[in-house]
């Protein structure tokens, strides 16, 4: 069975500018989460969906958006980007939403805003 | 509130020793738990679970971790470590009383385990 797919892998940008990240989950997977990963504050929550619905959101300001397809695929959108969103962002997908459902990541997105 | 809490951000272990990689959390119900590893420039890798039952919990590449409820501790361990598990180990905890979480999974901050040969 193939892993999480996250595309592009690497990606520079400017400040002010806008990104989308996109993510493949495993097949039957059908919820999908976001995590930003800096050095300084660790991994952080962005947001989860499941069957197309966001059912949780990190504290993130708006700029920061996700949506779910019905394939269960998913984009991130980073709009008016800063050089703090330099990161790495990860994508993980479980089978659901069951508290014993261990989510599987991707490789990541590796974003340099310049 | 839901919180995991590692309190070492590096540790030294030479190969052949036995490794400890600590973990304790902090949820209002009951927990569940997941270790973690990355190795650099790659995502997350699944270790181990803990949801019910045993208290000591074997995983892949040789790890196990025990659940200590009354400690609330979630500890990695592995008998006889290897230079090639050297990378940055996470905990994870969710909370079985999802109030306004919604189940959402609590990462620490990491643990720089590196294996000097």
């Known amino acids: 069975k193939a892993g999480v797919t996250q595309t592009p892998r690497y990606l520079i940008k400017t400040r002010g500018q806008q990104v989308t990240l996109s993510c493949s989950p495993i097949?039957?997977?059908?919820?999908v989460s976001w995590y930003q990963q800096t050095p300084g504050q660790g991994l952080q929550f962005l947001f989860e969906y499941f069957s197309e619905t966001q059912r949780n959101k990190g504290n993130f300001p708006g700029r920061f958006s996700g949506r779910q397809f019905s394939n269960s695929r998913s984009e991130m959108n980073v709009s008016t980007l800063e050089l703090g969103d330099s990161a790495l962002y990860l994508c993980?997908?479980?089978?659901?939403?069951?508290?014993?459902?261990?989510?599987?990541f991707g490789p990541g997105t590796r974003l340099t805003v310049l | 509130a839901q919180s995991v809490a590692q309190p070492e951000d590096q540790v030294n272990v030479a190969e052949g020793n036995p490794l400890t990689v600590k973990c304790t959390y902090s949820?209002?119900?009951?927990?569940?738990l997941f270790w973690y590893v990355q190795y650099p420039n790659r995502g997350l890798q699944f270790l181990l679970k803990?949801?019910?039952?045993?208290?000591l919990v074997k995983g892949s590449y040789g790890f196990e971790a025990e659940f200590n409820k009354s400690q609330t501790s979630f500890h990695l361990k592995k008998p006889s470590a290897l230079v090639s598990d050297s990378a940055l180990y996470f905990c994870?905890?969710?909370?079985?009383?999802?109030?306004?979480?919604?189940?959402?999974?609590?990462f620490g901050r990491g643990t720089q385990l590196t294996v000097w040969p």
């Open positions: 994870a905890v969710r909370d079985s009383n999802r109030g306004s979480t919604l189940g959402r999974l609590y």
């Open positions: 803990y949801i019910t039952g045993d208290n």
């Open positions: 949820v209002s119900g009951n927990p569940y």
């Open positions: 993980a997908s479980s089978l659901g939403i069951g508290e014993y459902n261990e989510q599987f």
């Open positions: 097949s039957g997977h059908r919820s």
